[in-house]
């Protein structure tokens, strides 16, 4: 995941086995091929996740703690490389975080933490989107040589603040017009109002 997460997925296996201290025919040998070892980094990445949601209460956010441990560092860099890959792999990503979303969207709702949405899916799926299109776009001019940690350390520092603003107070002062308008705009075009 190291090796993925700093190379990108197109690093080469033998990277990988010499950064795992292994031969690639052990590695072939355990995951089968390297599509096999990145489904299982994939898997390793979502089960660090779920373990950090679980381990926080609805008014935490699982962000804080990623920032605060280095070790977690592969983990937002191995993500940020699966989307910026692309295809099969990115859809799977952003649906995982996206189905993770809307359960702790769905904890924090019940905890009172959060407003209730209309429609909680398509609101987990925007959070998930534009957080993950953000930091992406954070790595891709990031200044040569900075760190992985240093580059989110920096997004979080310049995103928190006008982020919170926005979900603490919004945005519009029309008294929610905006929003009413294109409710009744949608009605009956499958989206929910």
């Known amino acids: 995941m190291r090796v993925y997460g700093s190379q990108g997925l197109g690093a080469s296996l033998e990277d990988v086995a010499a ?62 490389m699966c989307l910026r890959a692309g295809g099969d792999l990115a859809r799977h990503v952003i649906e ?44 891709a001019i990031a200044e040569p040589g900075a760190t992985s940690m240093e580059v989110w350390q920096n997004h979080v520092a310049t995103t928190t603040l006008p982020a919170l603003e926005l979900y603490s107070h919004g945005m519009l002062t029309d008294g929610g017009a905006m929003l009413e308008e294109y409710k009744k705009s949608v009605v009956g075009q499958g989206a929910t109002p």
């Open 19 to 80: 950064d795992a201290d292994v031969t690639t025919e052990e590695i072939l040998a355990e995951f089968g091929s390297v599509e096999g070892l990145q489904s299982a980094c994939t898997s390793y990445v979502f089960e660090v996740v779920e373990e950090t949601h679980g381990s926080l209460n609805p008014q935490d956010d699982m962000f804080k703690h990623l920032v605060t441990a280095d070790e977690y560092e592969p983990v937002v860099r191995y993500l940020v």
């Open 96 to 139: 995982q975080m996206t189905a993770d979303a809307e359960q702790n969207l769905a904890r924090q709702a019940q905890h009172g933490v959060v407003v209730e949405s209309a429609d909680p899916k398509a609101r987990a799926r925007y959070l998930t989107l534009s957080q993950a299109g953000a930091l992406v776009m954070e790595f």
